[in-house]
């Protein structure tokens, strides 16, 4: 210490001076009672990572007696008092229970609490709230809370804000009259947000005047809106939406909340009348939705006073007259919505370069196609179905729309031509097209339109095959396609094997109708598998060999009882095995090799399954314990050689069934294989005990791979009946004893059997018999273990 240079000394100083004036000053910010009533209060909710309720999400990671409570996240206190005031505990991913005994109703000084957007498990909003009188925000809001909502809330005179609204299913009832008690006791109120709360309760009330947002939505409100509502002189926000016993008048005059309010909401309640002029001095509103309010009558020229407006929704009424041409050059307008109404007329003089979203179908808009429609440079969604719009329009018409994303023409007597030249072709950019009844002849405009999503070409004239190039471009895009009720003769196959193809494999691959072959096999497919595999689909044949799928096999394959080959080897996919998939009557091919199956392979409950398998390969997996001698009971085709069988049928579109297989150490790929014999293939897997006499009934059995598994008793099995067996492999496994003779054991060579350090006799090296313990070897036939014994 006496030696420490002049540095260190003062730093040494500094150090006992910050700590002595941090602990004088302790006393004075924080209560001791305030930091272990929050602490308790954390201790008895957790908190769940995986609790989506929000985008960003804060935890209260601070909260820990060795920091200054004074600087906990969400945490403010009074300096003056020491006391917490404020709580902001939204979005911090809180599960558990908000009982009454609960030590968050100790910071009874709360002024500001905000615990949104948890989920406290349906608890009940507790009385207590009511103590927390100098409260000004209470922000309860999608978390969990269920049941009635206590009085004593109406004791909290000094609520600027409250929102107790919610998404979920729980929502909190308010008692007879409650309602009523609230807005004469809230008489401060600025924010209040009861969204999804059961209010029952009549709407003819008063509302304070210092509103500013008043939510309302789908609170099973009833009787007639009164006007003084829309003459709240601060309302900004206004949403009685979804509260369809609801009815209202607009004023015929200016409202007193013209000049302020930005979102008006009444959709789905009942107006009976006409848009008023008056809402042309709503010249702040940003939003107008007044969806499905039994109005009608023409749109009146007033609405061209809303500068502001960005989404004017008036579908679902009863509006007719033309569509004023200066509606879509709103300056402000993103989306307008004027479907299902009675709009008639042509569409003249249009024009704005918005990015916007148009939707006019179901009207009775007539005449040709409007040339000025094209003045919509930058339009993105545009929906004309179901009018009356005519005659023949040319492809080219909608190529200048570089930004066109969604398009719907459907249901119109429109005849959709392509023939001033095929370099006209739709805009890259369309995710969305809708042409269904337009006359479509053939698809060749549809050529540039790689990233569509969702098509419907239902009702056309559509003829011939369905191009490959269309399978290709839209194989990573499309979710639906409605070529229904047209000409086409075939769209049966998907045939993109050995492509680079990457990313995730399509999920609406298992709904294609008609689809007979999938094939995508070496490619760089990730994802699970579609498990959508419909009833009566005409699968034949599934091959995804060789890519990077991983999950489960899809259990809704058993739903094509046409599938005769299902090749899924060289994926990730981990499960067991699918015995399942033996319900399938036609299924001539199954191969599940390398791959993370596992577990044992148990006797199957159903009866005559894989009644056609002729081969099955469920190489380098990690199946365990016996082979499954149950499953051998059945593989009827594998019983018997009938010069008749066939190969999977190739449903004449000259398409050729492929597997891969593996002989020799070397993978091939093998073209139309000669299923005339039979193959089983369970080189290593973990396979164990002794091979089961039963095997030998599967007398068209040409290969049978039992190499690197962990079998230890050979004998019994290769009975003479194998008499067709060409390739035996046993190598690598724990057998011991006698090799066989006669038959055609003769014909296999070392690879049978390397590998095994107690086995002898021809055609190994080792001498059967030299060894005293060799004599016990039996005549093949002979054999008979103990399954077959007992059956
Ligand atoms: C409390 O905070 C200190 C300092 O940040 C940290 O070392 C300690 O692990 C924390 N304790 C808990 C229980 O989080
Ligand atoms: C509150 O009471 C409930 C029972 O009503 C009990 O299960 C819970 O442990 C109590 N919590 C505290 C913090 O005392
Ligand atoms: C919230 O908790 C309830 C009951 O504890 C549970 O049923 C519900 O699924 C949870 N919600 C979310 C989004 O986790
Ligand atoms: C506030 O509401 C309660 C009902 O919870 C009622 O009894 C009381 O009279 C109300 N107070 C005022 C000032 O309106
Ligand atoms: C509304 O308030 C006025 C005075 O502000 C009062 O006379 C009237 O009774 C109130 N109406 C209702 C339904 O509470
Ligand atoms: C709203 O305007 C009407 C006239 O339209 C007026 O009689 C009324 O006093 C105003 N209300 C408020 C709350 O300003
Ligand atoms: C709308 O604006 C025009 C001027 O463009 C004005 O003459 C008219 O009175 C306004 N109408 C309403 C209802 O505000
Ligand atoms: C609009 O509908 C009303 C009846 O609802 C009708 O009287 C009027 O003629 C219609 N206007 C047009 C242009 O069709
Ligand atoms: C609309 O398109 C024009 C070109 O036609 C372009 O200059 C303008 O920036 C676009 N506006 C928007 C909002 O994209
Ligand atoms: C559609 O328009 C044609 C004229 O282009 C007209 O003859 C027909 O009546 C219209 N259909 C409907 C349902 O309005
Ligand atoms: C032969 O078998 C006997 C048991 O039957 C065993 O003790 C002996 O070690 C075996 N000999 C050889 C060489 O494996
Ligand atoms: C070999 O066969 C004889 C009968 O032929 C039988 O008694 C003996 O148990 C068999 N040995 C083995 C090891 O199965």
Same mark, same amino acid.
């Given at each position: 210490?006496?030696?420490?240079?002049?540095?260190?000394?003062?730093?040494? &100083?500094?150090?006992?001076?910050?700590?002595?004036?941090?602990?004088?000053?302790?006393?004075?910010?924080?209560?001791?009672? @305030?930091?272990?009533?929050?602490?308790?209060?954390?201790?008895?909710?957790?908190?769940?990572?995986? &609790?989506? &309720?929000?985008?960003?999400?804060?935890?209260?990671?601070?909260?820990?007696?060795?920091?200054?409570f004074c600087s906990w996240d969400g945490v403010i206190w009074d300096e003056m008092t020491g006391y917490v005031i404020e709580l902001d505990l939204s979005c911090n991913s809180l599960v558990g229970k908000i009982d009454s005994n609960i030590s968050l109703f100790q910071l009874s000084h709360l002024q500001s609490l905000d615990l949104s957007m948890n989920n406290f498990s349906y608890s009940h909003i507790s009385p207590k709230f009511g103590r927390f009188s100098s409260l000004i925000h209470l922000n309860l809001r999608n978390s969990y809370f269920s049941g009635q909502i206590p009085s004593e809330i109406f004791h909290l005179y000094k609520l600027q804000s409250l929102l107790l609204s919610t998404s979920y299913d729980t929502v909190p009832k308010l008692a007879t009259h409650d309602f009523r008690f609230l807005l004469q006791n809230l008489t401060l109120l600025r924010v209040l947000d009861l969204r999804g709360v059961s209010i029952s309760s009549a709407i003819t009330l008063n509302f304070s005047s210092h509103l500013t947002t008043l939510v309302l939505r789908k609170s099973e409100l009833y009787g007639v809106i009164p006007e003084s509502i829309f003459h709240l002189p601060k309302l900004e926000i206004l949403d009685l939406s979804s509260n369809y016993k609801l009815s209202g008048?607009?004023?015929?005059?200016?409202?007193?909340?013209?000049?302020?309010?930005?979102?008006?909401?009444? @959709?789905?309640?009942?107006?009976?009348?006409?848009?008023p002029e008056s809402l042309g001095y709503l010249t702040s509103l940003r939003t107008l939705f007044l969806v499905l309010c039994n109005i009608w009558g023409p749109i009146p020229e007033s609405l061209s006073n809303l500068t502001r407006i960005e989404y004017l929704f008036l579908a679902d009424n009863f509006l007719n007259g033309t569509i004023p041409s200066w509606i879509f050059s709103l300056p402000s307008l993103i989306d307008l919505e004027l479907s299902n109404n009675h709009f008639s007329g042509q569409l003249e003089d249009i024009k704005s370069d918005s990015r916007l979203f148009i939707d006019l179908s179901n009207n009775q808009l007539q005449g040709n196609l409007p040339k000025s429609i094209q003045n919509l440079v930058n339009i993105t969604n545009l929906d004309l179905s179901f009018n009356n719009f005519s005659r023949n329009v040319d492809v080219s018409f909608f190529s200048d729309f570089k930004h066109l994303s969604s398009l719907d023409?459907?249901?119109?007597?429109?005849?959709?031509?392509?023939?001033?030249?095929?370099?006209?072709?739709?805009?890259?950019?369309?995710?969305?097209?809708?042409?269904?009844?337009?006359?479509?002849?053939?698809?060749?405009?549809?050529?540039?339109?790689?990233?569509?999503?969702?098509?419907?070409?239902?009702?056309?004239?559509?003829?011939?095959?369905?191009?490959?190039?269309?399978?290709?471009?839209?194989?990573?895009?499309?979710?639906?396609?409605?070529?229904?009720?047209?000409?086409?003769?075939?769209?049966?196959?998907?045939?993109?094997?050995?492509?680079?193809?990457?990313?995730?494999?399509?999920?609406?691959?298992?709904?294609?109708?008609?689809?007979?072959? &999938?094939?995508?096999?070496?490619?760089?497919?990730?994802?699970?598998?579609?498990?959508?595999?419909?009833?009566?689909?005409?699968?034949?044949?599934?091959?995804?060999?060789?890519?990077?799928?991983?999950?489960?096999?899809?259990?809704?394959?058993?739903?094509?009882?046409?599938?005769?080959?299902?090749?899924?080897?060289?994926?990730?996919?981990?499960?067991?095995?699918?015995?399942?998939?033996?319900?399938?009557?036609?299924? @001539?091919?199954?191969?599940?090799?390398?791959?993370?199956?596992?577990?044992?392979?148990?006797?199957?409950?159903?009866?005559?399954i894989f009644p056609n398998l002729r081969m099955l390969d469920l190489s380098s997996n990690s199946f365990i314990e016996n082979l499954p001698t149950g499953l051998f009971q059945h593989l009827k085709a594998m019983r018997t050689i009938c010069q008749a069988m066939n190969a999977p049928s190739d449903g004449g579109d000259g398409y050729q069934d492929s597997v891969n297989i593996v002989t020799k150490g070397l993978e091939r790929e093998v073209v139309r294989i000669l299923f005339l014999y039979a193959t089983i293939d369970f080189l290593n897997n973990k396979f164990e005990g002794h091979i089961p006499s039963i095997m030998g009934d599967l007398i068209a059995l040409r290969m049978l791979n039992l190499s690197h598994n962990e079998f230890n008793h050979l004998v019994g099995v290769i009975p003479a009946q194998f008499s067709s067996l060409a390739v035996l492999y046993f190598s690598y496994n724990h057998l011991e004893g006698c090799i066989p003779q006669g038959n055609q054991f003769h014909t296999f060579d070392n690879n049978s059997y390397v590998g095994n350090d107690g086995l002898s006799g021809f055609p190994l090296s080792k001498v059967c018999g030299s060894d005293d313990n060799d004599t016990e070897t039996n005549d093949t036939t002979s054999g008979l273990d103990d399954e077959e014994i007992s059956e």
């Open positions: 210490m006496l030696n420490m240079s002049y540095g260190q000394f003062s730093f040494f &100083l500094l150090v006992c001076f910050c700590q002595l004036s941090f602990s004088s000053s302790i006393p004075h910010l924080c209560h001791k009672d @305030q930091s272990s009533a929050l602490l308790k209060f954390k201790k008895t909710l957790t908190v769940d990572p995986s &609790l989506v &309720l929000c985008n960003f999400y804060y935890y209260t990671s601070s909260w820990n007696m060795s920091i200054d008048y607009f004023p015929k005059t200016k409202w007193n909340s013209s000049a302020s309010l930005i979102d008006l909401n009444l @959709q789905g309640v009942n107006f009976c009348g006409n848009l023409l459907s249901y119109n007597s429109i005849s959709l031509t392509n023939e001033n030249n095929v370099n006209f072709s739709l805009p890259e950019s369309l995710v969305y097209l809708q042409l269904a009844a337009c006359e479509v002849k053939e698809l060749e405009f549809l050529r540039s339109a790689k990233k569509l999503e969702d098509l419907d070409l239902s009702n056309n004239k559509l003829q011939g095959i369905f191009p490959d190039w269309a399978s290709c471009n839209w194989m990573f895009s499309l979710r639906t396609l409605n070529l229904s009720h047209n000409m086409l003769t075939s769209m049966e196959l998907i045939y993109l094997a050995r492509n680079n193809l990457k990313g995730e494999i399509p999920q609406c691959l298992g709904n294609i109708s008609g689809l007979e072959v &999938l094939d995508m096999h070496h490619n760089s497919l990730t994802g699970t598998l579609p498990n959508t595999f419909r009833f009566r689909s005409s699968l034949r044949s599934l091959n995804l060999n060789g890519n990077k799928l991983e999950g489960k096999i899809p259990q809704s394959l058993a739903n094509c009882k046409e599938l005769q080959v299902v090749d899924l080897g060289d994926n990730h996919l981990i499960d067991i095995f699918p015995m399942w998939l033996g319900t399938l009557p036609k299924l @001539q091919i199954l191969s599940l090799r390398s791959n993370e199956l596992h577990g044992s392979i148990r006797t199957p409950t159903i009866e005559n």
